[in-house]
């Protein structure tokens, strides 16, 4: 059974910074994709960013946030720098085994999901 588990969460004011860890048990991570992705109150679930053959990220975050992994201890991290209020939400780690480049960033394409971690910034 593959699991996922976010931490790292939590309330920081805006300009503030978290480190979020998703480890996987289960299956390795090798040669998978692997992504965070967030979900507002009433919003849908957005993509924030992924790793795989390269790393990828929506404009939202980009140039503040970094993805990065750790293959040996089967554990993705994404560091968020310079958070904004609208940064708020929950966020939630997937593993997608056989994404291809082009469906990256499409959640439906992830297999596995962890429960999220609550990321909430204050202004």
């Known amino acids: 059974q593959v699991q996922l588990a976010e931490s790292g969460g939590g309330s920081v004011q805006a300009g503030g910074s978290l480190r979020l860890s998703c480890t996987v048990s289960g299956r390795t991570i090798n040669n998978i994709a692997m992504a965070w992705f967030r979900q507002a109150p009433g919003k849908e679930r957005e993509f924030v960013a992924a790793?795989?053959?390269?790393?990828f990220y929506a404009d939202s975050v980009k140039g503040r946030s970094t993805i990065s992994r750790d293959n040996a201890k089967n554990t993705v991290f994404l560091q968020m720098e310079s958070l904004k209020p609208e940064d708020t939400a929950v966020y939630l780690c997937?593993?997608?085994?056989?994404?291809?480049?082009?469906?990256?960033?499409?959640?439906?394409?992830?297999?596995?999901w962890g429960q999220g971690t609550q990321v909430t910034v204050s202004s």
């Open positions: 997937a593993a997608g085994p056989g994404i291809i480049l082009s469906t990256i960033r499409d959640p439906r394409q992830y297999a596995y």
């Open positions: 790793s795989r053959w390269n790393t």
